[in-house]
């Protein structure tokens, strides 16, 4: 194991990867490391390389083709932007971050099951998952309302229109910058128009937004495990980029009574989600 | 201002009250100060922090408002903030300082804001309000849950500013009452201090302001009083001692009266007897001081009363031997003659000794003309000397240009005495006299004589009174041997001394020297002429004293004893002037023979010296009169009447052209009606346009009205005197201010020219006036030139004979009553009046006469000036008789 440096959350997903792997390959032995190079001249008898964070991801670019390593605690756009800057990671496995949209896209059915106008606001770099998107929110009875924005576009500009009409607000994650200037316009314009916002991270539901899905430290370490686990069962893991199937969900209940909307608990309220995901085509 | 601090501050309780109040003053302002100040200054930073921080609550809490530049949100809250006392308004600009949206109460324009007006972190303070600005930003929300790379967490955008207007009015308002609360409260603070402070200083200066009044009462001489003890403290210990000092003090004091009361009454008792001493002093001096009146006045007396007759027996012995035909009885005149000398002489010195003797003489330091001075008192004695064939000489050091400050009165006394002694003790030879000046600035007199000599043994006693040489002498010389005591008393008056050297059958030397200081002569003598002088005198001596004296007058003088070598002189070059002395040695015929080729051979001016006695009896009329450019002088001749004698002429210059003085407009300022005269004929000769005035007086009313060419003037005038009036005339402005003058004086007294300094005088001339002279010197002041006319001349000519005597008479009778009267100032001027009338016709002996009464009167001696009264008279009446006789 790598660490890209001691954030908490690397540490609680090492200890949830350790454990889950334990109760699936109780043979496994897990180092751990913090200094790419020491990790990479000592992991020479390693079976599988696993790098936490976005900083360990550039650490193990020098591993040898051929041979496995998986990346943890990456977003989707870190790693798209990596494998286009490296092509040897095409070679690695990588579960990121980021929830697949149709999870969002179930969370708001989940809880605001006569919503309509599905409000979908995209920023440059989650335009490219537009069409996804839109086609999972049609498919969960939505009536997608889409919004882009640059950095450089007057955000009231483009999502006043949107919120005043919207039932509902789904904030697709996008680089962290755009995420954090667009927050602030999106929950005030969406709290005086009085239409809740579903996001992508716990962290915009303290911020006001209504409910999100998110990837918390525990789900990355547990399906991470679960990934090695079936990886070493099968002789190696699958090169490629893996979204999440885990998630961890998030209610702002003071937003919910503020605008007066009926949240069942988070268990019924997970239920729901699953039962969605399942009813998918 | 400054006495009335004093008086403040020299009170010892305000001192007190300042010594404790002074601090506290200073205290309570220094701390005032400091709470006005503090407080103020926590005021404003209060009032500004306060500003800040609703300012940065606006821009933390606005952003969203300004970012969507909602005006509603912009305004409400504007008028909420606006509600906050302190604030009077708020403005919202965005990011190009455009205002947004500005409450009514902010006091800016909106178009005062610009992007060059950012305030900054500062607060700025505009018309009367405090302005505090913050950024906005749109701050970011952290909606992110991880930190998933390495960029750095991007700053908001600036949306614009937000600036609060405080109201600086308000917080004035505050400051001032913290001023007034704060001086407020200092001042009663100092004013509860200073009465305090008054107070106690009261309670201690009381007890010491009546210790003060008992020492003033003490001092004011209340010896009684006392001080009480009102407290038993350290100023009771004072009022004690006080008490004690005044005990002691009125105790002193009444021992003192009583020693006093004694000395007082001795004192008395001295002054008594010092006042009687006083009076008998004041008696006894006055007493002395008439007995010396009286002396004097009696000696005076005496002079004139025993000369008077004694010269009128003389003079009229002298008339009675020349009207008498038998030789006896003319023999017998000549002996009643030199006995009345004889008697003359002794009076003169037992009168002069007993002057001297009483201690009425009195020494008068003056500034004195040495040629004066002593060529007229050798003058006076060589007539006796040349009478028995005794050469006189007077050489003065030709160095000598400066006057000797002494007096010159005693001078004349000393020299007179030692020449007439050695005139009186000399038979055979010379008398020579030579002056000069020592190097310590004495005066040194030498008198020489080759007479009868004294002997070695009778020399301590020679200036003893009643002292000669032996009996004999006294039997053969006559005299009364007071001659050398008077001298030495002279001479030991002036604090000099005397000395004599002396061989008998030799000759003597007597060798007075005298203290005197040194004043330059005013004005300055003339420079000597350029040319040659001759000196002819067969004597080397004689050669000596004229070469000393024509050395003043000429750069070179050639000296020659013998006819030959004057001949080889002659031939050798030209000469500007000649003097011969008439030898009573040498053959009288070759005299005549070489003064008859010089006079017929010579053209320039020829001075002879001539014995008075020898012009009379030796020299052939013809000869003396009618001769221009010959001046027949006395022996020994003086300084001034050879300047006059030998100086050069225009004449003599060669100018070929005639002068003309006609129409030069002259005024003649003369009293004088004779010398008036005189003038008058001769300016019609020249044919001036001439006025003529009698006194100063009115020689100025005529000067105011009119302008003239040439101011004649005489000095000596009744009221108003010629100095006077020509001062008064040479005032700034006057028509005459600048017109020449020339003064006509016969008086060569030394303050007559100090008197002409005050004045500007182009020329002065002696009287008689010589004719070319003073032609030459009218035409070189008008202007002119040219060689003076024969007919010019010979104005003398047209005076009657007799009015010149009758005037000569007149003027004598003045000076006779003038010197009788005592009024010596008369006496001067008709003697100086007479000196100029009498040299008009230039006879001899009565010029000589009258310059010797001149002297005398000038010098104060009344007794001989009368006596040469009687004797010009005599000479007079003499010339008088002369002058008919030739007339018929």
New interface residues.
């Given amino acids: 194991m790598i660490l890209a440096d001691e ?1 908490p ?1 690397y540490g609680e997903a090492l200890t949830s990867l350790r454990d889950r792997l334990t109760e699936l390959r109780p043979d496994a032995v897990v180092r751990t490391h913090t200094d790419p190079g020491k990790a990479l001249a000592e992991g020479g008898e390693a079976d599988l390389l696993v790098a936490i ?3 360990a991801l550039g650490a193990t670019r020098a591993i040898p083709a051929g041979r496995g390593a998986l990346h943890l ?3 989707r756009d ?1 790693w798209l932007q990596q494998v286009a800057r490296d092509p040897g990671l095409t070679q690695h496995s990588a579960l990121v ?1 980021d929830q697949p949209p149709v999870h969002l896209v179930a969370l708001a059915r989940a809880l605001l099951p006569k919503a309509r106008a599905l409000a979908i606001v995209l920023g440059p770099v989650g335009r490219r998952h537009l069409e996804a998107v839109r086609d999972e929110a049609e498919g969960l009875g939505f009536e997608p309302l889409i919004g882009t924005l640059d950095a450089n576009d007057n955000p ?1 500009a483009v999502l006043s229109p949107l919120v005043r009409v919207a039932d509902a607000v789904l904030v697709v994650p996008d ?3 755009f ?3 667009m ?3 999106l ?2 314009l969406s709290f005086r128009a009085r239409t809740p916002v579903i ?1 992508f ?4 539901v303290r ?1 006001g ?1 209504l409910a999100s899905v ?1 990837t918390a430290p525990e789900d990355v370490g547990r399906e991470g495990a679960e990934l090695i686990a079936a990886g070493f069962t099968a002789g190696g893991l699958p090169r490629e980029m893996r979204l999440p199937r885990r998630y961890s969900l998030a209610i702002n209940r003071d937003v919910a009574q503020a605008l007066g909307i009926e949240v069942p608990d988070e268990a019924v309220c997970r239920q729901r989600i699953d039962a969605i995901l399942e009813g998918r085509p | 201002m400054k006495r009335l601090w004093r008086a403040i501050a020299g009170r010892l309780q305000v001192r007190l009250l300042l010594i404790g109040s002074l601090p506290l003053l200073l205290a309570t302002v220094l701390f005032t100060s400091y709470a006005i100040f503090s407080r103020q200054n926590d005021l404003l930073q209060r009032t500004e922090s306060f500003g800040v921080r609703t300012a940065e609550y606006l821009a933390n809490t606005l952003d969203f408002a300004l970012f969507a530049k909602d005006p509603a949100v912009l305004a409400s809250t504007a008028t909420d903030i606006q509600s906050v006392p302190g604030i009077l308004g708020v403005a919202f600009l965005d990011q190009d300082r455009r205002v947004l949206h500005a409450s009514p109460g902010f006091p800016r324009r909106a178009q005062d804001f610009d992007a060059r007006d950012d305030l900054g972190e500062q607060a700025r303070e505009v018309g009367g309000a405090l302005l505090v600005e913050r950024v906005v930003y749109a701050r970011d929300w952290g909606v992110n849950d991880y930190v998933t790379t390495w960029e750095m967490p991007r700053r908001g955008n600036l949306l614009g500013w937000v600036v609060v207007a405080l109201d600086l009015e308000e917080a004035r308002r505050a400051q001032d009452t913290i001023v007034v609360t704060s001086v407020g409260i200092g001042a009663v603070v100092l004013g509860s201090a200073l009465l305090m402070s008054l107070v106690l200083a009261g309670s201690v200066v009381a007890p010491v302001r009546r210790l003060t009044d008992v020492v003033a009462r003490l001092r004011g001489g209340d010896l009684g009083a006392r001080a009480q003890a009102t407290t038993s403290d350290e100023l009771a210990e004072l009022a004690e001692g006080i008490n004690h000092l005044g005990e002691t003090v009125a105790q002193n004091q009444r021992e003192l009266e009583r020693q006093v009361a004694q000395a007082t009454w001795g004192l008395r008792a001295t002054l008594a007897e010092l006042r009687d001493k006083n009076l008998d002093l004041e008696l006894s001096t006055e007493k002395a001081e008439a007995a010396n009146l009286a002396k004097s006045d009696f000696l005076a007396r005496m002079s004139h009363e025993l000369r008077t007759p004694l010269t009128s027996i003389q003079g009229f012995v002298r008339l009675l031997e020349s009207s008498l035909p038998d030789a006896a009885e003319r023999n017998y005149c000549r002996i009643i003659d030199t006995a009345s000398l004889s008697l003359m002489a002794l009076i003169d010195d037992i009168l002069e000794f007993a002057r001297l003797q009483s201690g009425v003489q009195r020494v008068e330091l003056a500034p004195f003309d040495l040629f004066d001075a002593l060529e007229n008192t050798v003058r006076l004695l060589a007539p006796i000397a040349h009478g028995k064939g005794v050469e006189v000489y007077l050489e003065i050091d030709r160095e000598l240009s400066d006057c000797p400050v002494s007096d010159v009165s005693a001078v004349r006394q000393i020299v007179n005495n030692l020449v007439g002694n050695a005139v009186k003790f000399t038979t055979v030879g010379h008398v020579q006299v030579r002056c000069t000046r020592l190097a310590d600035g004495w005066l040194q007199i030498l008198v020489r004589d080759t007479g009868v000599g004294i002997a070695a043994e009778q020399r301590e006693q020679i200036f003893d009174a009643f002292q000669q040489g032996d009996s004999g002498i006294a039997r053969r010389f006559g005299g009364s041997g007071l001659g050398l005591a008077i001298t030495h008393q002279h001479v030991d008056m002036l604090g000099g001394r005397i000395a004599l050297d002396s061989q008998l059958g030799i000759g003597s030397e007597f060798r007075v020297e005298l203290p005197c200081r040194w004043q330059s002569a005013v004005p300055p003598p003339a420079a000597p002429q350029p040319g040659t002088a001759v000196v002819f005198d067969s004597t080397q001596i004689g050669r000596d004293a004229a070469c000393a004296l024509l050395q003043r007058l000429f750069r070179e003088v050639v000296c020659v004893g013998s006819f030959d070598d004057l001949i080889d002189v002659l031939a050798s070059r030209p000469i500007a002037a000649l003097n011969v002395n008439w030898s009573l040695s040498e053959p009288v015929s070759a005299q005549l023979a070489v003064l008859r080729h010089v006079i017929d051979e010579l053209r320039c001016p020829i001075a002879i010296q001539v014995p008075l006695a020898a012009l009379h009896e030796d020299i052939p009329a013809e000869l003396v009169r009618g001769q221009d450019h010959v001046r027949w002088l006395g022996k020994p001749g003086g300084l001034e009447e050879l300047r006059n004698a030998l100086w050069p002429r225009l004449s003599d210059r060669g100018v070929a052209q005639a002068a003309d003085l006609s129409g030069v407009r002259v005024l003649v300022v003369e009293d004088n009606p004779l010398s008036r005269l005189l003038l008058n004929k001769l300016l019609a000769r020249t044919g001036c346009d001439y006025l003529e005035a009698a006194d100063g007086r009115a020689a100025i009313e005529i000067c105011q009205a009119r302008r003239f060419d040439l101011l004649l003037f005489d000095l000596h005038m009744p009221e108003i005197t010629g100095v006077e009036a020509l001062r008064q005339l040479q005032q700034p402005g006057g028509c005459n201010a600048d017109t020449p003058v020339i003064v006509l004086t016969a008086d060569q007294a030394l303050d007559i020219g100090r008197e002409l300094s005050l004045v500007r005088v182009a020329r002065v001339l002696g009287k008689p006036f010589d004719e070319q002279l003073l032609l030459e010197t009218m035409l070189t002041l008008s202007g002119r030139s040219g060689m003076l006319p024969a007919a010019w001349f010979g104005s003398r000519a047209e005076l009657s004979r007799e009015a010149y005597f009758d005037e000569i008479d007149r003027l004598l009778s003045v000076v006779d009553s003038a010197l009788s009267n005592g009024n010596q100032d008369g006496a001067r001027e008709s003697c100086h009046q007479l000196a100029g009338i009498v040299a008009i016709f230039r006879l001899g002996e009565l010029e000589q006469l009258t310059q010797l009464l001149h002297s005398l009167v000038r010098v104060s001696d009344v007794g001989r000036a009368a006596s040469m009264v009687v004797q010009l008279r005599i000479e007079n009446d003499a010339q008088r008789r002369q002058n008919r006789r030739q007339s018929a």
């Fill in positions: 954030a959350y964070g976005s900083k605690f990456v977003t870190d971050l009231l680089n962290a910058d995420n954090s200037a927050a602030k316009w929950l005030q996001a991270s716990n962290a915009y911020a937004a998110f």
